[in-house]
């Protein structure tokens, strides 16, 4: 009889085991683990169980973002072709696969020296290039050429930044291991050996250059972007995932994995911190943290409330030892950023956040879409809107005054407009807002109804919205001009920097042939002492003049002038294009021109109206509009 019974009893003892298993791997999922206290292990580890995953994230820019050297990472031309710009000449130069700068003097083209290039940061926009030297071997340093992807050229960090002309050649070199590992790296701890040293320099009043003087040894789990910059460090995580039970109680439950984070599965704040880690600058929360920073790395991890560790950046920021008004030119007079890298406050100063479940996940994905971005196609229409405004995605016209399928009509060109500068573009500002045309027009912000309406004057821009949005308004004294004729000739570099941008896009709304008024502006644009500001007039000028030129042949010797133009040449350099350009206006034939509108500050020729624009110009020298901001 007990034989037949022995065969129920194991099963039922099976069965209590297997239960008491099933009930003691519940009750050990649950235990939180202390990210702080894990070990990084690459993202390759990940692979494994996250195959597809892996392969996603395996294709970002965010994976590319550091790299070393090697004929597959490095993008730059390095033939050996000379770069003269602020009195020096760098040869880019690969040799056996490897990559080198070769300084001369800009001037007699004597050789000066010659540094090896170990690591890249960038590859989508742009990409820059460090070195290390024998004095400071831990040092890596950011070196003066960067090569565009874009425009496919070498191009003096002084162009690529908001500075003027009177920079130094050296002006934007520092060293990586005290900026750029921060935030483009995984697993990162700087290893400044020197802080107490320099710190007590400081404080007895000697001049101290941290950007010279500090020395590192630094050390990285991955270069990159890796997935535990996410999804916190993963060594407990893979550890315990060889657990066969533990898989199996997981994948069966509607369990979640307490031994990593999902930026999906943690609250509002915790998930806009894990982006706002990066994208978000930031200083550490205390003087104490700073050191812990610079030895051993940032002390947050995915999971974490951001603001219990840093201080996000605002205008009225401040840092010891520094000018008062550090950061605020880096900002709108509103509070709105004028950069990128700083979306996290854009999030937070946004009312969207008033739905709890408003993150950067609610447009963007990590694992999918355009990588570029990384945003699902319909994420770039009115569709991301839908959920909250699903009225306004239906029917946008009542809302917006605009036909539906226009620029007017789509939710980010008002709410999210092009102004925030960064990597040698306008990205959109991610703080969520209604524009307030004569409130921004009277702090000096770009409105975004004059990204569209380029020929508009701003008493025309103010009439047409408080009449359409019952807009209240703020004192302002209308000039009567075109507004972003204006901007252009008389804002802070941002400000100009906008406007040259905005001439170049948006020609479904105001065709090119429309725009033909703006070319002599631009090629005014062209003689700013802002490097980036010229460029942006560049381009303008050469996305007007490739869309009329079948129409109006007589453009065809602006376009061949263009061709000899370099925006991060030299004055001397620059002198006879300039009088090529004006020339060719003061002789060109506009009888088939349209009209130039009104408030263009042409006359009925096309020539420039001195006597309106020069005003306009020296309030662009005034004190208070010479600035200068990295990114």
Same mark, same amino acid.
Request: hydrophobic fraction near 30%; proline fraction near 5%.
């Given at each position: 009889?007990?034989?037949?019974?022995?065969?129920?009893?194991?099963?039922?003892?099976?069965?209590?085991?297997?239960?008491?298993?099933?009930?003691?791997?519940?009750?050990?999922?649950?235990?939180?683990?202390?990210?702080?206290?894990?070990?990084?292990?690459?993202?390759?580890?990940?692979?494994?169980?996250?195959?597809?995953?892996?392969?996603?994230?395996?294709?970002?820019?965010?994976?590319?973002?550091?790299?070393?050297? &090697?004929?597959?990472?490095?993008?730059?031309?390095?033939?050996?072709?000379?770069?003269?710009?602020?009195?020096?000449?760098?040869?880019?130069?690969?040799?056996?696969?490897?990559?080198?700068?070769?300084?001369?003097?800009?001037?007699?083209?004597?050789?000066?020296?010659?540094?090896?290039?170990?690591?890249?940061?960038?590859?989508?926009?742009?990409?820059?290039?460090?070195?290390?030297?024998?004095?400071?071997?831990?040092?890596?340093?950011?070196?003066?050429?960067?090569?565009?992807?874009?425009?496919?050229?070498?191009?003096?960090?002084?162009?690529?930044?908001?500075?003027?002309?009177?920079?130094?050649?050296?002006?934007?070199?520092?060293?990586?291991?005290?900026?750029?590992?921060?935030?483009?790296?995984?697993?990162?701890?700087?290893?400044?050996?020197?802080?107490?040293?320099?710190?007590?320099?400081?404080?007895?009043?000697?001049?101290?250059?941290?950007?010279?003087?500090?020395?590192?040894?630094?050390?990285?789990?991955?270069?990159?972007?890796?997935?535990?910059?996410?999804?916190?460090?993963?060594?407990?995580?893979?550890?315990?995932?060889?657990?066969?039970?533990?898989?199996?109680?997981?994948?069966?439950?509607?369990?979640?994995?307490?031994?990593?984070?999902?930026?999906?599965?943690?609250?509002?704040?915790? &998930?806009?911190?894990?982006?706002?880690?990066?994208?978000?600058?930031?200083?550490?929360?205390?003087?104490?943290?700073?050191?812990?920073?610079?030895?051993?790395?940032?002390?947050?991890?995915?999971?974490?409330?951001?603001?219990?560790?840093?201080?996000?950046?605002?205008?009225?920021?401040?840092?010891?030892?520094?000018?008062?008004?550090?950061?605020?030119?880096?900002?709108?007079?509103?509070?709105?950023?004028?950069?990128?890298?700083?979306?996290?406050?854009?999030?937070?100063?946004?009312?969207?956040?008033?739905?709890?479940?408003?993150?950067?996940?609610?447009?963007?994905?990590?694992?999918?879409?355009?990588?570029?971005?990384?945003?699902?196609?319909?994420?770039?229409?009115?569709?991301?809107?839908?959920?909250?405004?699903?009225?306004?995605?239906?029917?946008?016209?009542?809302?917006?005054?605009?036909?539906?399928?226009?620029?007017?009509?789509?939710?980010?060109?008002?709410?999210?407009?092009?102004?925030?500068?960064?990597?040698?573009?306008?990205?959109?500002?991610?703080?969520?807002? &209604?524009?307030?045309?004569?409130?921004?027009?009277?702090?000096?912000?770009?409105?975004?109804?004059?990204?569209?309406?380029?020929?508009?004057?701003?008493?025309?821009?103010?009439?047409?919205?408080?009449?359409?949005?019952?807009?209240? &308004?703020?004192?302002?004294?209308?000039?009567?001009?075109?507004?972003?004729?204006?901007?252009?000739?008389?804002?802070?570099?941002?400000?100009?920097?906008?406007?040259?941008?905005?001439?170049?896009?948006?020609?479904?709304?105001?065709?090119?042939?429309?725009?033909?008024?703006?070319?002599?502006?631009?090629?005014?644009?062209?003689?700013?002492?802002?490097?980036?500001?010229?460029?942006?007039?560049?381009?303008?000028?050469?996305?007007?003049?490739?869309?009329?030129?079948?129409?109006?042949?007589?453009?065809?010797?602006?376009?061949?002038?263009?061709?000899?133009?370099?925006?991060?040449?030299?004055?001397?350099?620059?002198?006879?294009?300039?009088?090529?350009?004006?020339?060719?206006?003061?002789?060109?034939?506009?009888?088939?021109?349209?009209?130039?509108?009104?408030?263009?500050?042409?006359?009925?020729?096309?020539?420039?109206?001195?006597?309106?624009?020069?005003?306009?110009?020296?309030?662009?020298?005034?004190?208070?509009?010479?600035?200068?901001?990295?990114?």
């Amino acid at each position: 009889m007990l034989k037949k019974l022995l065969p129920f009893l194991a099963l039922i003892m099976l069965a209590t085991a297997t239960f008491y298993a099933w009930h003691v791997t519940g009750k050990a999922v649950d235990q939180k683990v202390d990210f702080h206290q894990g070990d990084y292990t690459g993202s390759d580890t990940c692979q494994d169980c996250h195959q597809d995953r892996y392969d996603s994230w395996h294709r970002t820019y965010h994976r590319t973002m550091t790299q070393e050297t &090697s004929p597959e990472t490095v993008l730059g031309d390095f033939n050996g072709k000379p770069q003269t710009y602020w009195g020096y000449t760098i040869k880019p130069i690969k040799r056996n696969n490897r990559y080198y700068f070769a300084y001369h003097d800009g001037t007699t083209g004597a050789f000066l020296s010659e540094v090896e290039i170990v690591r890249t940061v960038g590859s989508r926009r742009y990409q820059q290039y460090m070195a290390q030297t024998e004095a400071t071997q831990g040092n890596y340093y950011r070196l003066e050429l960067l090569w565009h992807i874009e425009d496919q050229r070498w191009i003096h960090l002084n162009g690529a930044f908001l500075g003027s002309d009177q920079q130094s050649f050296s002006a934007h070199t520092g060293i990586w291991n005290q900026n750029c590992i921060f935030c483009h790296n995984t697993g990162i701890t700087p290893g400044m050996s020197n802080y107490n040293e320099l710190a007590n320099r400081s404080r007895s009043g000697e001049a101290v250059d941290v950007s010279i003087d500090a020395l590192f040894q630094s050390e990285v789990t991955e270069l990159g972007i890796g997935c535990e910059s996410c999804h916190s460090p993963a060594a407990t995580h893979s550890e315990l995932s060889s657990q066969i039970m533990r898989k199996y109680y997981l994948g069966l439950t509607d369990a979640r994995d307490p031994s990593v984070v999902n930026p999906n599965h943690v609250d509002q704040q915790a &998930s806009l911190s894990i982006c706002g880690q990066c994208h978000g600058q930031r200083t550490p929360e205390t003087l104490a943290l700073a050191k812990v920073w610079m030895e051993e790395g940032p002390t947050f991890r995915p999971g974490d409330d951001l603001e219990t560790h840093v201080n996000p950046v605002w205008q009225d920021s401040q840092v010891d030892t520094q000018q008062h008004d550090l950061f605020k030119s880096r900002f709108w007079a509103d509070g709105t950023a004028r950069l990128t890298a700083y979306e996290y406050q854009g999030i937070v100063q946004s009312a969207c956040t008033q739905d709890p479940t408003f993150t950067c996940q609610s447009c963007h994905t990590m694992h999918g879409g355009d990588v570029k971005g990384m945003i699902e196609p319909e994420n770039r229409t009115n569709q991301a809107c839908a959920s909250c405004h699903l009225d306004l995605v239906t029917d946008p016209s009542p809302h917006t005054g605009h036909k539906p399928d226009s620029p007017g009509s789509l939710c980010y060109d008002c709410h999210m407009p092009k102004m925030s500068y960064g990597i040698m573009t306008f990205h959109r500002n991610h703080r969520i807002e &209604s524009p307030q045309t004569e409130n921004e027009l009277s702090i000096s912000k770009p409105n975004a109804c004059v990204a569209c309406h380029l020929n508009k004057t701003d008493d025309w821009l103010i009439n047409e919205t408080q009449a359409f949005w019952d807009q209240k &308004s703020a004192p302002y004294q209308p000039h009567h001009m075109i507004q972003s004729l204006v901007e252009l000739h008389s804002g802070d570099p941002v400000q100009r920097a906008v406007a040259a941008y905005q001439m170049g896009h948006h020609f479904e709304s105001l065709s090119a042939k429309n725009r033909l008024f703006l070319l002599p502006h631009l090629l005014l644009g062209l003689q700013d002492n802002y490097p980036a500001i010229r460029r942006f007039s560049y381009k303008s000028l050469n996305q007007i003049l490739s869309a009329t030129q079948n129409e109006h042949p007589e453009l065809q010797v602006l376009s061949e002038h263009l061709v000899s133009f370099d925006f991060i040449g030299n004055t001397e350099q620059r002198a006879p294009f300039y009088k090529n350009t004006m020339n060719w206006l003061n002789h060109v034939d506009t009888k088939n021109w349209p009209t130039p509108p009104e408030g263009s500050m042409l006359k009925s020729n096309y020539q420039i109206d001195w006597e309106m624009i020069t005003p306009l110009r020296n309030q662009a020298l005034t004190t208070d509009k010479v600035i200068h901001i990295g990114e």
